[in-house]
């Protein structure tokens, strides 16, 4: 049988610019190669500049996890220069980036990676009627009237007719989609409603933190003034429209997007075992999990599952992260097999792969602009599955009562969640399990304030004077893609040194000096057992891609004009 080689690039719905290449044999995957064709340089504007303008700027890598990059900034200066910053902007900064997490979570299922299960065409074939009683069935939403359906479903018809609009080049029609029509046109109406929910929830950034995206943060706490009397600061009203956000988060929540994902799930069983990446697995982070006082019992502590033992947690060590490049677009003057410590890091751009338009990448041994990040030479699969199953492994309640149930239902042990389905269903529990905690951050930030504890900011560090001439710190924080760190030298008040290891960089890494694939590659190609079924419509491709949620701005961390272009057809 002939080795089919596929190129598809770019790939869509996702955050930044990601080209696979696959060779494909008798519709299944033999081997894949990430490569992120995007150069980003923050880390490179960022030197020399004021540590505690760092935040600003690193929060522009990407628009998507929006503020992530920031409160990992503000946390390596604050780490350096050894600053502490009172417990309520503690519990809004957890507030903010949960939420975050929330809206990036639910939009990256319904507007990302729903269209790869779900048939926009089918939902044209469904009765209305039919599709209320199945909605009911699942869940107590109260959208869920057969007149609501009828309107959804003449929406698809008005823009099929019209090009399809937002549902345009959907592999429609393949025989891999699996739902029945009533499925589908539950789902498609479930996008559009995850669309408005959206807007509002994240109206919380805009009332703690002054705008989405990039809402603003500050080193030594928050820039969030609270006076219950004051019209112009978070007062009573405010705490109000708060409280009702962070409901209408977890709402939405536990009556649409878990019990949709559910749902679609027991459509799809097979992919709990198709998709299975790195068998080591990283939290690091703060997070739902680890966010100390919460009443679930103890704070999971960062740690790792090593080597396809699930049930082992081992205790994270920073010493033992390296980033390589042997597969990447850069200059190490140590050479290619020299892994760098993120202290020692360096971001020497250097492309020397062929000039677009090109036809391959992977034939070269450097083929992407992503580093290669590695645990103690280990590649690491970061993100949702990966603090689920940590959780689980260290005996969290909330996740091992509700991770038992589903599992149960879908008939699967904890090894599934390393799978297409186990990922794309961990952002989905880590959600449900997130709007509980938001709600219990939030009456523990009232009860703050109710005592008179308003303060949010801790001026006595902010001088450069009160700091030390050289200084190092980190800062970590679980993003909703994964560990998120940034690594910051600070010499006589400016920045020396930054580097940022990122959820995306761990997870859309290409080979190692060693030859090991990255997460994505794996997930392809680990097994070589990944279905494709037909190469010019490569759904299963996206299935695999889509439920890491890529994001190769934040993985490469400017457009360079003249630089790699994007090809748009799957040859
Ligand atoms: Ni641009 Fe990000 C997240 C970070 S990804 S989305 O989550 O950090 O790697
Ligand atoms: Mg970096």
């Known amino acids: ?37 995007q150069f ?25 996890c929006t503020g992530v990059h920031a409160i990992a900034s503000i946390r390596a200066v604050e780490d350096a220069i050894k600053c502490r910053i009172p417990e309520s902007a503690e519990l809004i900064r957890n507030l903010v980036s949960g939420m975050a997490t929330l809206q990036d979570h639910v939009m990256h299922f319904y507007h990302l ?40 479903q003449q929406r698809v018809a008005t823009s099929a007719k019209g ?62 003034s609270i006076n219950l009397d004051n019209q112009l600061t978070i007062n009573k009203v405010r705490l109000d429209q708060l409280g009702e956000l962070i409901r209408e988060a977890r709402r939405f929540v536990d009556e649409v997007y878990y019990p949709d994902v559910m749902a679609i799930a027991g459509f799809y069983p097979e992919y709990a075992s198709i998709g299975v990446s790195s068998p080591t697995l990283m939290a690091v982070g703060e997070s739902a999990f680890s966010c100390a006082g919460t009443p679930a019992g103890k704070p999971v502590a960062a740690g790792l599952l090593m080597d396809g033992d699930y ?9 033992m992260v390296a980033e390589y490049v042997s597969s990447a677009w850069y200059l190490y003057p140590e050479g290619d097999r020299q892994g760098l410590h993120p202290w020692q890091g360096r971001t020497e751009p250097n492309y020397t792969g062929p000039k677009p338009p090109y036809r391959q990448l992977s034939d070269q041994e450097k083929y992407t602009w992503c580093k290669a990040p590695r645990y ?16 689980y492994a260290q005996g969290h309640p909330d996740t091992v009562q509700l991770a038992n149930r589903d599992l149960g239902k879908l008939k699967a042990g904890v090894e599934a969640l390393n799978s297409t389905l186990g990922r794309t269903y961990c952002r989905a529990l880590e959600s449900v399990i997130l709007a509980r ?16 504890d308003v303060s949010t900011f801790n001026a006595e560090l902010w001088e450069p004077e009160s700091w030390p001439k050289q200084a190092q710190g980190m800062g970590y924080l679980e ?77 490469v961390h400017l457009l360079v004009p003249g630089g790699p272009a994007f090809e748009v057809k799957v040859r």
Not at 40 to 64: H, N, Y
Not at 377 to 390: D, E
């Open 376 to 391: 103690d030479g280990r590649p690491v699969q970061v993100g949702p599955n990966a603090r689920i199953m940590l959780a």
């Open 311 to 319: 049930r082992t947690s081992h205790p994270f060590n920073p010493r």
């Open 437 to 452: 905690r938001m709600e219990e951050w939030f009456a523990a930030l009232n009860e703050r304030i109710r005592s008179g």
């Open 163 to 224: 090009g399809l609009g937002i549902f345009a080049s959907g592999y429609w029609g393949h025989p891999a989609y699996r739902l029945p029509p009533e499925a589908n046109l539950m789902a498609v109406a479930h996008y559009l409603e995850a669309l408005k929910w959206q807007r509002e929830i994240i109206k919380l950034h805009t009332i703690f933190a002054g705008k989405n995206p990039h809402p603003n943060y500050l080193v030594g706490g928050m820039a969030t």
């Open 113 to 152: 990676h729903a269209l790869d299960w779900v048939d926009v065409m089918s939902a044209l074939a469904a009765d209305p009627a039919a599709t209320s009683r199945l909605a009911a069935s699942v869940s107590p939403w109260p959208n869920n009237s057969a007149s609501w359906f009828k309107e959804v």
């Open 479 to 555: 993003a909703a893609r994964g560990t998120l760190s940034h690594w910051v030298e600070i010499e006589n008040g400016r920045i020396a040194r930054y580097q940022c290891v990122v959820p995306s960089t761990w997870n859309s890494s290409g080979r190692d000096p060693n030859g090991l694939m990255g997460p994505y590659e794996q997930a392809l190609a680990g097994d070589k057992k990944h279905p494709l079924v037909d190469p010019k419509r490569p759904v299963e491709v996206l299935r695999t891609i889509h439920s890491f949620d890529p994001c190769l701005s934040c993985a």
């Open 1 to 37: 049988m002939a080795t089919e080689r596929i190129v598809i690039d770019p790939i869509t719905r996702i955050e930044g610019h990601l080209r696979i290449e696959l060779e494909a044999e008798g519709g299944r995957i033999g081997n894949a190669w990430a490569c992120a064709t």
């Open 40 to 64: 980003r340089g923050i880390e490179k504007i960022l030197e020399g500049r004021d540590p505690r303008d760092a935040w600003a700027f690193a929060q522009r890598i990407c628009g998507v």
